[in-house]
């Protein structure tokens, strides 16, 4: 620590009283005035730091009269007959040295001016770190008021479709409305094959968003469809019987097309979208009489998409005239004509309740995602937990390409948020299938992954531990989430008995040595058995992620762990030393060790 800064001055034999009291203001840490008291509650500031400014105001005063040295001395005795005395050098003929009589009142003005001077600097510092401190306090009132304002819950909000024929823009505009980039956007028909959902507002009215699927017309045959929505038969599907390839491909159209009829069912407005630059088709047409012969109770609005140029959107959107409905020119990528299309929207829209009505929202709401390989059952274990067909089940490999979000109550009222993910496969078989759609779907996974507080690794029982599976768990350690696994397809496994389990966990803990914590839950998805236990299972690694251990236990267990063995020695020889710990945060814990 630098030594304090001292003033010494001699004056002869006598003290001015006054001068003695500003000067050890200055030149001792103890006592502290108010102006250097209240420094020391700053976190930034200290004494010391304070003391380092005080050469800059020193330095004004008469340098000619006395000088100012540095001692690690808190005091100095004088000698004589007891009295303290201020030392003033004579330094005007080259460091003579000698002692001057300098007039009391002279010094007392200066000492003053320089106390004035140096408080008033500090009172400059301590008012810009007050104004930090109160910018931080304001910063925090606003979370905690943004935390506690009380909104409306989704499913209340009233629901706004779109739909239309495949590859119009649908999803597109869906990250638009919703300003974000969660529905996969690539330039070929039928990427989007389940409902996805998206909070937006516009002004006052604020609604879900729900983007769909492309509804496909009863006049194509199996091969267009098959063309329309490239669908595979072959690619994940090698130990499925010909037949039953063929069945799922069918059964495909009607699926989709039975999730899109599910959105406008539910939704108050429904946006009718079109490809300006295709013009109109003989599909449109279908889908415009399909709207207006089942849902004419419904706000339609008719959207023209890819009309850019606002001059030749209005040439494109004449055509449309046909339908019956007035078309709207917009696009979806640059943003042009969403304005008035959110006009319309919420004109066609009841106003929002009072969100004084509502609970307040949650502050957390665990989210479990469910990953794993293609074809595992992740898409059933969803429907099954919901007691819904939320998601397309199908053996078609690639079935499930958005991550699809959920909300779930528990059977003992806890919330979750379930996350429906699409499969996973090695990263060398998606390079070489070329596929930008299964890129982005595997991203998606991945950043499901991420967002997610649990997460449910699915994996085939008669598949067992697999090298992706093995991949899938690190990518999941790394992130620092939890975990449970799930084998899903348990009635598959044949001649089983009471040993069956066991020898089978004792399998996936040598296999899966990095989630060894993980619980293991059995379960027939497509049949609803054992479902219920995933959600238990989920809510006990939260209630353990989310936990605080005091201080005392998690030092006791240190010092438990140091005399079963000690720390390694160093190249000198000195071994390391463990001081102190605690727990830092939780989800996930955080503990902090003080070492040497």
């Not at 730091?49 to 800059?56: E, G, Y």
């Not at 992740?378 to 699809?404: C, F, Q, Y």
């Not at 299938?433 to 982005?440: H, P």
């Amino acid at each position: 620590m630098a030594a304090p800064l001292k003033l010494l001055c001699y004056r002869g034999t006598t003290t001015s009283p006054s001068l003695s009291k500003t000067l050890s203001l200055l030149s001792s840490p103890f006592p502290i005035p108010t102006y250097f008291s209240r420094s020391l509650r700053t976190p930034s500031l200290s004494l010391h730091t304070s003391l380092h400014t005080l050469p800059r105001f020193v330095s004004r005063l008469p340098a000619n009269k006395f000088k100012i040295s540095s001692t690690a001395d808190d005091q100095q005795q004088q000698e004589g007959d007891g009295e303290e005395e201020e030392e003033l050098v004579d330094e005007s003929d080259g460091g003579g040295g000698e002692l001057l009589t300098a007039d009391v009142d002279d010094l007392e003005e200066d000492a003053r001016y320089l106390v004035e001077e140096f408080s008033s600097s500090l009172s400059t510092q301590l008012r810009i770190e007050d104004d930090k401190d109160d910018q931080e306090k304001v910063g925090r009132r606003q979370r905690n008021q943004k935390s506690s304002v009380k909104t409306i819950p989704d499913h209340l909000l009233p629901r706004v479709a779109i739909v239309g024929r495949p590859n119009v823009g649908k999803s597109a505009l869906f990250n638009r409305l919703v300003s974000g980039n969660k529905a996969i956007v690539v330039d070929e028909p039928g990427v989007t094959r389940d409902r996805l959902y998206g909070r937006s507002f516009w002004g006052d009215h604020e609604f879900m968003v729900v983007d769909t699927g492309g509804v496909l017309t009863v006049s194509k045959s199996q091969a267009n469809v098959m063309e329309e929505l490239a669908i595979s038969t072959t690619i994940g599907m090698d130990g499925i019987p010909l037949a039953s390839r063929e069945a799922a491909v069918a059964r495909m159209p009607s699926m989709i097309e039975k999730q899109a009829t599910a959105a406008v069912e539910e939704s108050s407005v429904i946006i009718f979208l079109v490809d300006g630059q295709a013009g109109l088709t003989a599909a449109d047409e279908e889908i415009s009489d399909w709207l207006r012969k089942n849902f004419s109770d419904k706000y339609i609005i008719l959207a023209v998409n890819k009309c850019e140029s606002p001059r030749k959107g209005i040439m494109q959107a004449s055509e449309f005239w046909s339908l019956g409905f007035s078309p709207l020119p917009i696009s979806a990528i640059s943003g042009t004509g969403t304005g008035e299309l959110l006009d319309l929207v919420c004109s066609g829209l009841k106003k929002n309740e009072d969100p004084e009505d509502f609970a307040e929202q949650e502050e957390y709401v665990p989210a479990i995602a469910i990953v794993g390989r293609p074809n595992v059952g992740k898409s059933s274990i969803l429907n099954a937990l919901v007691r819904e067909d939320r998601t397309i089940v199908s053996p078609v490999s690639g079935t499930t390409r958005d991550a699809i979000d959920m909300e779930f109550t528990g059977p003992d009222g806890q919330k979750f948020k379930l996350i429906d993910t699409a499969g996973i496969r090695r990263r060398a078989v998606v390079a070489s299938s070329g596929s930008m759609t299964e890129a982005l779907s595997v991203n998606r996974a991945f950043r499901a992954i991420r967002r997610s507080d649990v997460v449910a690794l699915v994996i085939e029982a008669l598949a067992c531990i697999t090298e992706q599976d093995c991949k899938i768990a690190e990518r999941i350690e790394r992130e620092g989430k939890g975990c449970l696994i799930v084998v899903n397809k348990w009635d598959t496994v044949p001649n089983k008995n009471q040993q069956t389990a066991t020898y089978y966990e004792q399998d996936v803990r040598e296999k899966l040595r990095i989630l060894g914590w993980a619980p293991i839950v059995y379960s027939t998805a497509i049949a609803g058995q054992s479902v219920d236990k995933i959600i238990d299972a989920a809510s006990t690694v939260e209630k353990e992620r989310s936990r605080r251990l005091s201080t005392s236990v998690v030092n006791q267990v240190v010092q438990e762990a140091l005399a079963f063995k000690s720390p390694p020695r160093t190249r000198g020889g000195k071994r390391g030393r463990i001081y102190y710990c605690t727990q830092a945060a939780i989800r996930p814990p955080t503990f902090v060790f003080f070492v040497q």
